[in-house]
């Protein structure tokens, strides 16, 4: 079993910046994939960024150049720093972990606003 605790949602105004972690704990050996998924309202869950255990990460569209993905394997911690916010980044971002891999986990969400 996986549980995650994001933090470091809230309101910023655009332009603004925000920083998401998410820690991972509980039993498992090893923590392979980590990434960040964002969820507007009446959109479908899509992908933010994604950071495998060596380090190699990817990226949305609409994410590079603005956010960056890291991860700290010591705490099974990975954050999202998000920078130049804009009023389109507005949705619930949930953490997700893959451990051992065959467990696939998500964390519970956290709200990101930012007003124009």
């Known amino acids: 079993q996986v549980q995650l605790v994001e933090s470091g949602g809230g309101l910023v105004q655009a332009g603004g910046s925000l920083r998401l972690s998410c820690a991972a704990s509980g039993s498992f050996f090893s923590i392979n994939d980590m990434g960040w998924y964002r969820q507007a309202p009446g959109k479908q869950r899509e992908l933010v960024a994604h950071i495998i255990s060596g380090g190699s990460t990817n990226y949305a569209d609409s994410a590079k150049g603005r956010f960056t993905i890291s991860r700290d394997n010591a705490k099974n911690t990975v954050y999202l720093q998000m920078n130049t916010l804009i009023p389109e980044d507005s949705a619930v971002y949930y953490c997700?972990?893959?451990?051992?891999?065959?467990?696939?986990?998500w964390g519970q969400g956290t709200q990101v606003t930012v007003s124009s």
């Open positions: 997700y972990v893959r451990a051992d891999w065959t467990l696939n986990c």
